[in-house]
Nanobody, 124 residues
Framework: QVQLVESGGGLVQAGASLRLSCVFA????????MGWFRQAPGKEREFVAA????????DYTDSVKGRFTISRDNTKNTVYLQMNSLKPEDTAVYYC?????????????????WGQGTQVTVSS
């Protein structure tokens, strides 16, 4: 069984930075691709970023390219999302997810395990 626990969310002003962490509890973290998604009130869950099992390949949605960085530390079973230059439109609940199939996906339905989410609120 896999459990994911996110942390690092909070309330910040526009232009600030936050780093989200997601700890993976279970076996074989390094065999999973990991993703970050977000969901704002009244909106569907959307893809933010993904990283391959090795960390060698990443993917981002266009709206966060150049501002967000996904990374992982396989020795700590943790994936990170560094968020810089935050904007009010980044406000959402952020979820990490694990995918045991090869390749990176931006489709939430392809992810097998999900965390409970952490709230990020960016004020203008």
């Amino acid at each position: 069984q896999v459990q994911l626990v996110e942390s690092g969310g909070g309330l910040v002003q526009a232009g600030a930075s936050l780093r989200l962490s997601c700890v993976f509890a279970g076996r074989a973290f390094s065999s999973y691709a990991m993703g970050w998604f977000r969901q704002a009130p009244g909106k569907e869950r959307e893809f933010v970023a993904a990283i391959s099992w090795s960390g060698g390949t990443t993917d981002y949605t266009d709206s966060v390219k150049g501002r967000f960085t996904i990374s992982r530390d396989n020795t700590k079973n943790t994936v990170y999302l560094q968020m810089n230059s935050l904007k009010p439109e980044d406000t959402a609940v952020y979820y990490c997810a694990a995918d045991d199939t090869p390749g990176l996906s931006d489709n939430p339905s392809e992810y097998d395990y999900w965390g409970q989410g952490t709230q990020v609120t960016v004020s203008s």
